[in-house]
């Protein structure tokens, strides 16, 4: 059995007034990929927000490798080995390839040979490109960029935002694809998806949102066969 | 002949002088959208620092500590006017940095009286020799050299260390980078660092061509170095140092014919002009909102 890497107790976050995750709580196990999917507007980018340190909670508590991280500032959540590829990929336009992963890899004072490598391997692509402005890339390649950044850092977690969204389908398949290369190297994957199907099919576990709230949980494939799920998330009707 | 090599000498001297003090001006505006206005103040400051510190301490030991003394108000500056207002609009950054303007401005009369000090005399860089049969100040000759150097080590820092590359992610995209690791609030330190140190090197070789410093001594050179920087592009530093190096050219130049009244508006008319044609100077980027 896999141990517990993140544990997320009664999470609850508010902007003004607004509460956008009104105490939700779900796991993450050791080497697992777990998706939480819904609407937009659920509260998936606010729940993988607060966990990086970006937002503050207002109440809950946020266990990661056994310590409550929870308003912690980002910088020492990164250093602790959490990793956000925020939504809309964000790389730097003006750094070079290189830049951006070196930049990836802020916090770290040990050798990056290592990891460029790994990188490299993952993404020829940015090898090729490694000179070029991360802005000249196409969406695909940003969306390399952006993965290969966050994995400079050395991750335990690597938490991504929407990875699939405003990219062509046949570059989302390669992305899912990414998803599960960069699991199989033994990382962790915690993915928002408005893209259920996909998402559901490469998930070992899978949280439904709605407005705040967690209404279903599963394995990828349980959620896959659900009737309500077909209905609201995947585009079929009930036969 | 002679007069027109003096004059051109003087003026890459003076353009020199202009460029320490445009590089904090468009570093900070880089990183922050932020006009510095108290940014001629510190450097007027710095001369203020010199002439007290040097009027007990040998130059030696002065000048190192106006240097550091500059760099740690440049420092207290950011962290004590603009950080609080981190995120608040920029028109109220921008009010905050007038108010530092004028507190520095009146500071430096309540020490000094109102009386213009008398500005230090720097050995050595203040000796004249012959450049070309033309009579020339040491200071003149080392400006642009010592100038040469400084942009070359920081433009090595900025493109190639860690850091250089934290700065300029910062420049681009605040969240993102916080996202990284990169503590925002130190890279914007160094900034001012930077920024206020090329502004004490700066005040330390252009003083010396002037007989004295009073509380708004740093308004037109800080004026001027801020043309620059527009004029090359705010934000970007290669065009601020080119800019500054026409500004001073031109105006010594100007101070040489009959039309010498004239040298400070010409700087003024172009700021008319860039503003006008080319808001983004020569090397400026395209203007983008920072979310
Ligand atoms: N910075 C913010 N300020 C105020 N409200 C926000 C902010 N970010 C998100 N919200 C609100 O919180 C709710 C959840 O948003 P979000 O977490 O982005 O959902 P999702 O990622 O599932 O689309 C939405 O109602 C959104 O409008
Ligand atoms: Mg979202």
């Given amino acids: 059995m896999s141990n517990t890497i993140l544990k997320i107790n009664n999470l609850k976050v508010n902007y003004g007034g607004i509460e956008a995750v009104k105490g939700i709580s779900f796991e993450v196990k050791e080497g697992e990929i777990v998706t939480l999917i819904g609407a937009n507007g659920a509260g998936k980018s606010s729940t993988l927000r607060t966990i990086i340190g970006r937002e503050k909670p207002s109440s809950g508590t946020i266990e990661f490798a056994g310590e409550n991280i929870a308003g912690m500032d980002t910088t020492s959540i990164v250093k602790k080995g959490i990793t956000l590829v925020p939504e809309g990929r964000k790389i730097f336009p003006d750094l070079t390839v290189e830049e951006n992963l070196k930049i990836g890899a802020y916090m770290r004072k040990d050798n990056l040979s290592q990891d460029f490598e790994r990188v490299y391997s993952l993404f020829p692509r940015l090898k090729e490109r490694y000179w070029q402005a991360g802005g000249t890339l196409s969406g695909g390649e940003q969306q390399m960029l952006a993965v290969g950044r966050a994995l400079m850092s050395k991750p335990k977690l690597i938490m991504m935002d929407e990875p699939s969204l405003g990219l062509a389908p046949i570059i989302v398949r390669g992305i899912f694809e990414i998803i599960e290369a960069v699991n199989k190297e033994g990382i962790t994957v915690l993915l928002n998806e408005q893209n259920a199907n996909m998402a559901l099919k490469a998930a070992d576990k899978a949280y439904v949102m709605e407005t705040g709230r967690i209404t279903m949980e599963g394995t990828g494939k349980e959620l896959l066969e659900n009737e309500q799920i077909k209905e609201a998330y995947l585009g079929k009707s009930k036969k | ?291």
């Fill in chain 2, 1 to 291: 002949m002679e007069f027109f090599i003096s004059q051109v000498l003087s003026g890459i001297s003076l353009g020199g002088q202009y460029a320490l003090i445009a590089i904090g001006y468009t570093m900070v505006y880089g990183i922050l959208r932020l006009i510095n206005f108290a940014h001629g103040d510190v450097f007027m400051v710095a001369g203020l620092f010199m002439i007290y510190l040097s009027s007990s301490l040998p130059v030696f030991v002065s000048v190192p500590l106006v240097i550091i003394l500059t760099v740690a108000l440049g420092f207290i500056i950011e962290r004590a006017a603009y950080k609080p207002l981190r995120s608040a609009p920029r028109m109220s950054v921008m009010i905050s940095a007038i108010g530092v303007s004028y507190l520095l401005q009146n500071l430096a009369l309540y020490a000094t009286g109102g009386q213009p000090k008398t500005y230090t005399t720097i050995p050595f860089i203040s000796k004249t020799i012959k450049i070309l049969g033309a009579p020339t100040r040491i200071v003149t000759v080392i400006t642009p050299v010592l100038v040469i150097v400084l942009i070359v080590i920081l433009t090595l820092l900025i493109n190639h260390t860690k850091i250089g590359i934290a700065m300029r992610a910062v420049a681009k995209d605040f969240e993102t980078s916080q996202l990284m690791g990169v503590k925002i609030n130190s890279v914007i330190s160094i900034t001012f660092i930077i920024g206020s140190f090329l502004a004490a090197v700066g005040s330390l070789l252009y003083f010396t061509n002037y007989p004295t410093v009073v509380p708004l001594s740093g308004a037109m050179p800080g004026l001027k170095a801020f043309v620059a920087a527009v004029f090359g592009g705010i934000g970007s530093v290669p065009g601020a140092v080119i800019g500054a190096f026409i500004i001073g050219i031109c105006e010594t130049l100007i101070k040489g014919t009959d039309f010498s009244v004239f040298s400070d508006a010409f700087t003024v008319a172009l700021l008319i002009v860039i503003l006008g044609v080319k808001p983004t100077g020569m090397c400026g980027e395209k203007v983008t909102e920072k979310v």
